[in-house]
């Protein structure tokens, strides 16, 4: 008999905030423009002169160089599509404008912010059949067939993408042949985590180890895409011998594990990472959450006198101090009604669906990640393209609940971010104590981690911090392979307290980051040596070839 494929969870928005704390925002709000009743009439004056001036045919206003919504010639072609982009763009810079002059401050400064881009980016005329000419010009053409289409993805992705509009065409890849591909091994596993040994590359390999830690929340394999794209293979072929952590997806039955079980698991796999290549340490590299996982798990080993084991730190997008969150949009969501509902339900649930994580990360951007989507599947009718990273962002995990409820405690009390210590089962974890040398990245753009909250790790680790600011995005900033795009990252002399103080004496540089990484890392793995004929040992043998059975799960 044919086994039914399961259908994902319909994907909901985490808890945003409750309708006591709405209340307040939009009461605060009011008491802001009472005491300042000229700044609404302002901007409401300051559209309507832009307004005629669109009008007159006399405007300059136009979409912002990244704005790709308004970009087909058929928007300038006609006289009332191009007042409508001007006017609609008049109305957004006045909105946004209004909301940042209000002086916010905290949760209230990204909830104002989030309901702004929501409302504003609603609005554009793009997302509206009737207002766009393309999509006008696209029913003439195909007799309205593309609509008949667009209705049909709709219906597929209610029924089979738990409600999230699909962004990628997943047919176009399959794991462990053209995402996650690099040759390896699993040659360790326990019921959280398999690690891979990848393959050598090289006739000499760097006798240190690396161990990169992803976020709990999403697959590995956005270290290890298509091969032009895969940091693993870049790693390998400079010589780094590579451990990947491959984290279970779990389901409701391992709702017990907590963060303290990820962090004993860790440290199971590191000593067999350190037995299987004969190092007495390892170096690590953690992404996101994965990132502060790994500050965690060596925070603990300094208060277990364990430290000696780890040579290096390097952190990607990872925010320590993760008060940083709230001036993002995504501070609308971590409220704390917000945090306590989504740990309520998750509790019942026995995990947190990787579907809903994904589906706030897409509403942070809607312009990009949920309107582009929405014109192109469902007004024209067309499939997404096939781009290896979104379908890795599509391929989310599940977090127990246990684990869950511990980073939602994190997030509401932002010990670790505070230079306060942080208590696990078996540790007080205090960061100040991780006296190893660490590589700190973070992204110009990046709409989740923000670059000036990534910057505060470096003061609050110990050793010796290395910052790199890319001019990218979250994920761009992870895949950001030497010789592609117009990459380039900035570097500075010093690290005052101050980011936007390091920022103004740092220097700009063109290229990618990893070529710079490659050369801090391998200054800090130890002498090369023969690379190993075969993987694992005798302790612990191969158990498969890579990518492994937990990230097919």
Not at 11 to 37: K, T, V
Not at 197 to 206: F, G, I
Not at 357 to 362: L, P
């Amino acid at each position: 008999m044919a086994k039914t494929k399961a259908l994902p969870p319909r994907a909901r928005l985490p808890s945003p905030p409750s309708r006591s704390e709405l209340l307040r925002l939009a009461l605060r709000i009011l008491g802001r423009l009472r005491r300042n009743p000229a700044l609404p009439i302002r901007h409401i004056a300051g559209f309507a002169k832009e307004f005629l001036r669109v009008v007159r045919g006399r405007s300059e206003v136009k979409p912002g160089a990244g704005d790709k919504r308004f970009n087909d010639a058929a928007w300038s072609e006609g006289r009332l599509s191009s007042a409508l982009v001007q006017v609609y763009l008049a109305a957004s810079q006045e909105a946004y404008a209004l909301v940042e002059e209000l002086e916010l401050e905290g949760r209230d400064a990204s909830a104002a912010r989030f309901l702004a881009t929501m409302l504003v980016e609603a609005m554009a005329p793009s997302n509206n059949p009737l207002t766009n000419p393309v999509v006008r010009k696209r029913v003439r053409e195909t007799k309205g067939k593309n609509l008949l289409r667009g209705l049909q993805h709709f219906i597929s992705d209610q029924l089979d993408n738990g409600g999230v509009i699909s962004m990628v065409d997943r047919t176009a890849f399959e794991v462990g042949k053209n995402v996650a591909a690099t040759p390896g091994d699993v040659v360790f596993r326990n019921e959280v985590l398999e690690i891979l040994q990848y393959k050598p590359q090289s006739e000499q390999v760097y006798e240190i180890p690396l161990i990169v830690v992803p976020p709990q929340i999403n697959k590995f394999y956005v270290l290890d895409l298509s091969p032009g794209n895969s940091f693993v293979n870049y790693a390998v072929k400079q010589g780094f011998q590579v451990f990947m952590v491959s984290w279970r997806n779990p389901g409701p039955e391992l709702a017990y594990l907590s963060l303290q079980h990820y962090l004993q698991a860790l440290e199971d796999a590191h000593h067999a990472v350190m037995e299987i290549t004969g190092a007495t340490k390892a170096n690590f590299k953690g992404l996101c959450a994965g990132g502060l996982t790994s500050s965690i798990a060596l925070g603990r080993y300094a208060d277990q006198g364990k430290l000696g084991t780890v040579g290096s730190l390097t952190l990607n997008v990872t925010l320590l101090d993760v008060a940083g969150m709230e001036k993002t949009n995504m501070g609308y969501f971590l409220t704390p009604s917000g945090l306590e509902k989504s740990m309520k339900r998750s509790k019942e649930e026995g995990v947190l669906h990787g579907h809903e994580m994904a589906k706030m990360f897409a509403w942070l951007r809607p312009n990009d990640l949920v309107w582009n989507y929405w014109v192109n599947n469902y007004l024209m009718g067309q499939k997404p393209a096939a781009f290896d990273v979104l379908y890795w962002n599509s391929d989310a995990t599940r977090l127990p609940a246990a684990l869950h409820h511990d980073f939602c405690e994190l997030v509401r009390n932002n010990e670790l971010g505070r230079g306060e210590t942080y208590q696990v089962e078996d540790a007080t974890v205090d960061l100040s104590r991780i006296d190893v040398d660490s590589f700190v990245v973070a992204g110009r753009t990046d709409h989740i981690t923000p670059w000036d909250g990534c910057y505060k790790s470096v003061n609050l680790l110990g050793g010796e911090s290395t910052f790199v600011l890319v001019n990218s995005g979250h994920i761009q900033t992870l895949v950001c392979p030497p010789g592609k795009g117009k990459a380039s990252y900035q570097t500075g002399p010093k690290l005052p307290e101050d980011p936007h103080e390091w920022l103004e004496q740092s220097t700009s540089t063109t290229g990618s980051w990893w070529e710079l990484w490659v050369k801090w890392a391998s200054q800090r793995s130890g002498a090369k040596r023969a690379a190993p004929k075969s993987p694992g040992s005798a302790k612990n043998p191969p158990m498969g070839a890579a990518p492994g059975e937990y990230v097919r799960a």
